[in-house]
């Protein structure tokens, strides 16, 4: 049977069509149908998942209120933190880690009454743009299990793109919610920097980080970003902004402008032509008008966001040694200290997460840190600038693909540099701290298979409400059977 959206299922539970238990036992078994040849969940909470529904059951048939998400299953990338399970972050270093506490959204989801079913595949410590990462092997495309579903959140977007659950959280620190909602052919948002508190989110660049909601359809995954979003003192990037006023607005799309970068029009295949054009075909006959808009240092995000993020994840993962918590090598005769952390590291660390702390480290050190990090603050100064100056010429939102292509086949970008530019399009929103929703809008045949493309609306902070109602008004959601 199939698994309904979080608005789908939120209506039938209110019918009395559907329960929790009956919700979570469908969940289960899709789980047990495809998750071992996609691998998208490294941890499935089964029998806990069965309770928490019989008591969100009881809840509701004694007439207590309805949260938002009272009894809909929901997965998590596994590196947010849950006292329930381990938290990997997909690798070996944290294999065996339980933390002490909830995540805030982890708290905010249970106190809305949803149920925590598992924990995703991910790319190690979130760094990687494939899927192809994880400590625990790799997240396969629900469209064709020979492709890569997109990173970091990979077994997010793959579960709920293979229909294994109404929603799922990701985070996002340079596409890794919309690059694979765009690939799995599902909704992601990536929310205004301090939306949502990362308190309780494994960091990998603390100033570019945002947990964010992966989701069937634009308004599924707006109802999880109501329920998440506040504020939080125990994150002092958080902003003061509660989830009220989000809600896939569907208002009259007449006379809202909307911009599509010069930037963004070569170099993408078919497909994604296609879909941009298909799209901006649906925003025009609602009303909508589509213009050209100049991102002049567009140009310059890779870089700076390869230099920024390797540097922050160079400070940020220093802690795990080996010694506090974490993977600990055995000391052979003869060795001390600086031995018990290299070999901690360098067997508890995969080669992605490796090669991203030493360029960081390079790139901060004597001799190179003016050359490197502190002009990449300058261009990330830029790009947040280009967009300013777009919105300040009335422009809405900013319309481009989620990737140049469909989805790649598992190993055939080994080399870094190609891999990277996959974020071409989704790295620039991060640096400039900006929301961003994005769907699949259209298909690609790719050997004999069609694939999921996607595309993506950015807007001023705080616009995630007009955003995911352009989303809505284009997206072309399909479950992969």
């Given at each position: ?170 985070s996002d620190t ?77 208002g009259s799309l ?169 974020d071409v399009y ?56």
């Amino acid at each position: 049977m199939s698994i309904p959206g979080v608005m789908q299922a939120r209506a039938m539970m209110d019918r009395r069509e559907l329960t929790s238990s009956e919700l979570v036992e469908r969940c289960l078994a899709r789980i047990g149908e495809r998750n071992g040849e996609l691998n998208a969940f490294v941890q499935v909470f089964g029998d806990e998942a069965r309770e928490d529904a019989r008591a969100s059951d009881e809840r509701v048939a004694a007439g207590a209120a309805r949260g938002v998400l009272e009894g809909i299953p929901v997965a998590l990338k596994d590196n947010i933190a849950t006292v329930r399970g381990r938290t990997t972050c997909a690798s070996r270093h944290l294999e065996q880690y339980r933390s002490p506490f909830d995540a805030a959204v982890v708290e905010k989801l249970k106190a809305s009454g949803a149920i925590i079913i598992g924990k995703t595949n991910l790319d190690e410590f979130a760094m990687g743009g494939s899927g192809e990462h994880s400590a625990f092997g790799p997240t396969r495309n629900p469209f064709d299990a020979t492709r890569v579903p997109g990173g970091s959140s990979s077994g997010s977007a793959a579960a709920v793109g293979a229909g294994m659950v109404p929603a799922a959280l990701g985070s996002d620190t340079g596409g890794s919610i919309r690059q694979p909602a765009g690939w799995c052919g599902i909704a992601g948002c990536k929310p205004t920097y301090g939306r949502v508190s990362r308190f309780g989110l494994v960091a990998y660049a603390s100033s570019l980080d945002q947990i964010g909601t992966m989701a069937p359809r634009a308004a599924d995954a707006a109802a999880v970003l109501g329920v998440i979003s506040g504020h939080d003192p125990r994150d002092s990037t958080s902003g003061p902004w509660d989830g009220g006023e989000i809600a896939a607005a569907a208002g009259s799309l007449a006379g809202v402008r909307i911009g599509i970068p010069v930037q963004a029009a070569d170099g993408n295949s078919q497909g994604v032509s296609k879909a941009m054009a298909a799209a901006e075909d649906v925003l025009t006959a609602a009303g909508a008008k589509c213009e050209h808009v100049e991102l002049p240092h567009a140009g310059a995000a890779i870089a700076a966001y390869y230099i920024i993020a390797t540097a922050e994840a160079s400070s940020n993962l220093a802690r795990f040694d080996g010694v506090r918590y974490g993977r600990r090598a055995e000391l052979r005769p003869g060795e001390g200290l600086m031995e018990l952390f290299c070999r901690s590291r360098s067997e508890g660390l995969g080669a992605e997460v490796q090669k991203r702390i030493m360029l960081g480290t390079h790139v901060l050190s004597s001799g190179y840190y003016d050359a490197y990090y502190l002009t990449a603050l300058k261009a990330r100064r830029l790009i947040r600038e280009d967009y300013e100056a777009c919105f300040a010429r009335g422009i809405s939102a900013i319309m481009m693909p989620t990737s140049p292509g469909p989805a790649f086949v598992l190993g055939a970008k080994s080399d870094p540099l190609s891999l990277y530019l996959e974020d071409v399009y989704t790295v620039g929103v991060n640096l400039a701290g900006l929301p961003a929703v994005a769907v699949g809008c259209g298909r690609e045949t790719m050997d004999e298979r069609e694939l999921p493309v996607g595309i993506q609306f950015i807007g001023p902070m705080r616009s995630e409400s007009r955003l995911f109602g352009l989303a809505g008004a284009v997206e072309r959601p399909a479950v992969a059977g």
